[in-house]
């Protein structure tokens, strides 16, 4: 049965049922399996394979590759490739599959614009902890019909570092992610108790989506599988940014995979923090490392194998 869902999917491509949308609006978040195809798959865990190689031949992070600590020529530890639709034609297929742009399109509308992409990968035996945030904390907009599409390269189980997500958190406050006035890019707010997270599993050539607002987060890979993630940003074309992401009017409207564009952003009453003042450069990684209150093991402390 399981095969002749997926062979049909395949063919016909995926569509959501109510059940779904619905899932997705009162949640936050779901998981939708058989997205991609084994041929894809295989590409996309060939064209990561190369950049893994590639990493070999630096010793520093850069707009690239984002390294681990303990990364060397011998031993690479690549934790993230940095934004890779712009960086490798077969990436930049899956801002326009139509299947996730199908699914997208049912939780957010039909003028979609991507931005924000990236490929973490949780190494076995260490992959980064990426501790408790809301994106929206990152990059509010002027409505939240925003999400991030997290498309599976291998398994994502609950001992390999699966995204933890807390059920209708998507509709809560936006928490403070600031410490000493700076912004850290984690929850620092002392009432935040992430009681009800559940992890986010999915198999290879699976996707997963999550609610801009959503509380999410991810313990270090501490299994013997890897978890490779391809997430990918999607935004409602009328939702304008409210901090500058620094584009031009032309690269945002070079970023719309479906529909229209619009000079007319749509408002919603919403709670806002800034994402300022900002420490200077790094990754979500190196923020957090300054963060005093780790819960999910971002600073190499001992956490639990399971969720
Ligand atoms: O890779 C993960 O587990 C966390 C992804 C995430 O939330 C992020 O990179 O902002």
Excluded at 29 to 55: C, G, H, M, P, W
Aim: aromatic share 8%.
């Amino acid at each position: 049965m399981r095969e002749i869902k997926r062979l049909f999917w395949m063919k016909f491509g995926v569509m959501l049922t109510t059940d779904q949308i619905k899932a997705f609006q009162t949640k936050g978040y779901l998981a939708v399996d058989n997205v991609i195809s084994q041929e894809e798959l295989k590409e996309l865990r060939a064209v990561t394979e190369e950049f893994v190689e590639r990493s070999r031949e630096i010793e520093e992070s850069d707009d690239t590759f984002d390294l681990e600590p303990g990364h060397s020529s011998r031993s690479p530890r690549l934790r993230r490739i940095i934004r890779p639709v712009s960086k490798h034609r077969i990436y930049e297929k899956y801002v326009h599959h139509q299947s996730v742009l199908d699914i997208v399109e049912k939780l957010i509308g039909p003028n979609l614009r991507y931005h924000n992409n990236k490929i973490n990968m949780k190494n076995p035996g260490h992959g980064s902890a990426v501790e408790w945030h809301q994106d929206w904390a990152f990059y509010p907009h002027t409505n939240d019909d925003l999400l991030e599409v997290g498309i599976a390269l291998d398994d994502v189980t609950e001992g390999n570092g699966p995204l933890l997500v807390i059920p209708g958190s998507h509709k809560g406050e936006v928490w403070d992610h600031h410490q000493d006035g700076l912004f850290v890019g984690a929850v620092t707010d002392p009432r935040f108790d992430p009681k009800g997270a559940v992890p986010l599993t999915v198999k290879a050539g699976g996707i997963t989506l999550h609610h801009v607002r959503m509380l999410h987060g991810s313990k270090p890979n501490t299994s013997d599988k890897s978890r490779r993630m391809f997430f990918i940003g999607f935004y409602a074309v009328d939702a304008w940014p409210l901090i500058p992401s620094g584009q031009s009017l032309e690269e945002m409207d070079n970023c719309i995979v479906r529909g229209q564009p619009s000079l007319e952003p749509r408002l919603k009453e919403l709670p806002v923090r800034l994402s300022l003042p900002r420490v200077e450069g790094g990754s979500i990684y190196a923020q957090q490392e300054k963060l005093r209150n780790s819960l999910l093991g971002s600073r190499g402390q001992n956490v639990p194998k399971k969720s």
